[in-house]
């Protein structure tokens, strides 16, 4: 029988073989869901999966694809706002020249 604090589904069920050769089931946090693109709501390629305690222990290139809005946009999004900002810097460059 579980212990109390394991009897909800907060904690998910892992099955176990210790040396003995003896399956038992082990509690585990669950982990939190993937990273989405503040844009368009995708799923972020090249971000991991952790629970924070070990976010806070990896390194900061692990933990975002390395490219201007990593961690925040997909690379379509990226793309995206990187080429409209561009073409902004230029028409505002052509109104100064005039």
């Known amino acids: 029988m579980p212990a109390g604090k ?40 090249g971000v991991p999966r952790e629970r924070p305690y070990k976010m806070n222990n990896m390194p900061k290139t692990k933990k975002r694809p390395e490219r201007p809005y990593g961690g925040n946009f997909c690379s379509k999004c990226m793309r995206r706002a990187v080429i409209t900002k561009v073409r902004t810097v230029k028409k505002a460059e052509e109104k100064a020249k005039k």
């Open 6 to 45: 394991h009897k909800s589904r907060t904690f998910r069920r892992v099955h176990v073989r210790t040396p003995g050769s003896k399956s038992v089931v082990h509690y585990r946090k669950r982990k939190p869901k993937a990273a989405k693109c503040g844009e368009c709501g995708a799923v972020l390629k």
